[in-house]
T-cell receptor, first 114, second 117 residues
Framework: GNSVTQMEGPVTLSEEAFLTINCTYTATGYPSLFWYVQYPGEGLQLLLKATKADDKGSNKGFEATYRKETTSFHLEKGSVQVSDSAVYFCALTTNAGNNRKLIWGLGTSLAVNP | GAGVSQSPSNKVTEKGKDVELRCDPISGHTALYWYRQSLGQGLEFLIYFQGNSAPDKSGLPSDRFSAERTGGSVSTLTIQRTQQEDSAVYLC???????????????FGPGTRLTVL
């Protein structure tokens, strides 16, 4: 079946440190891949996406590249800020039919200290 | 414009009671999804609506869970005879559905936190 595995947290970094959160997936066909973010006290927001192999999604300084050969979609940011403290979820949808239900990783909590 | 709204934001109930959770999607969004976020289980898909039809109910955990959608808009998730393991945050998301082409971003509501005592 379809599944997403992401690194467990919590991750604690100092401001301006480099961030990597690993995400790998198992899926039939050619899924679309997403990173969602949940800031404290707020709802889930789409951070970035990639819909086909070798696509790079980017937003707010975050990047992730869809790697079909390693079935990965690792999230990176070169210099984190305190305001990046949040829970990050990797997710996929299969592109069969109209149902775009999201299959989720367990989430990785990130705390950035000043 | 208005985003996805959910009510109530918090619900505390006693084991065995029925609860109804409401979702108001973004106007014009034909696809609607319910998810559950619980400790240890992460985020789980529950049910998908396209219009008023639910072609995928595969995530509903038991027959105590049901959902409906009326007028292609508001959706209600009902949990009968609640159990403590039903405690979770229930999230609703909507998207353009069939009109959105190959990629449809889902927009999430703030969720309903359900606590079953």
């Amino acid at each position: 079946g379809n599944s997403v595995t992401q690194m467990e947290g919590p991750v604690t970094l100092s401001e301006e440190a480099f961030l990597t959160i690993n995400c790998t997936y198992t899926a039939t066909g050619y899924p679309s891949l997403f990173w969602y973010v949940q800031y404290p006290g707020e709802g889930l927001q789409l951070l970035l996406k990639a819909t086909k192999a070798d696509d790079k999604g980017s937003n707010k300084g975050f990047e992730a590249t869809y790697r079909k050969e390693t079935t990965s979609f690792h999230l990176e940011k070169g210099s984190v800020q305190v305001s990046d403290s949040a829970v990050y979820f990797c997710a996929l949808t299969t592109n069969a039919g109209n149902n775009r239900k999201l299959i989720w990783g367990l989430g990785t909590s990130l705390a950035v200290n000043p | 414009g208005a985003g996805v709204s959910q009510s109530p934001s918090n619900k505390v109930t006693e084991k065995g009671k029925d609860v109804e959770l409401r979702c108001d999607p973004i106007s014009g969004h034909t696809a609607l999804y319910w998810y559950r976020q619980s400790l240890g289980q992460g985020l789980e898909f529950l049910i998908y609506f396209q219009g008023n039809s639910a072609p995928d109910k595969s995530g509903l955990p038991s027959d105590r869970f049901s959902a409906e959608r009326t007028g292609g808009s508001v959706s209600t998730l009902t949990i009968q005879r609640t159990q403590q393991e039903d405690s979770a945050v229930y999230l609703c998301a909507s998207s353009l559905g069939l009109a959105g082409g190959s990629y449809n971003e889902q927009f999430f509501g703030p969720g309903t936190r359900l606590t079953v005592l």
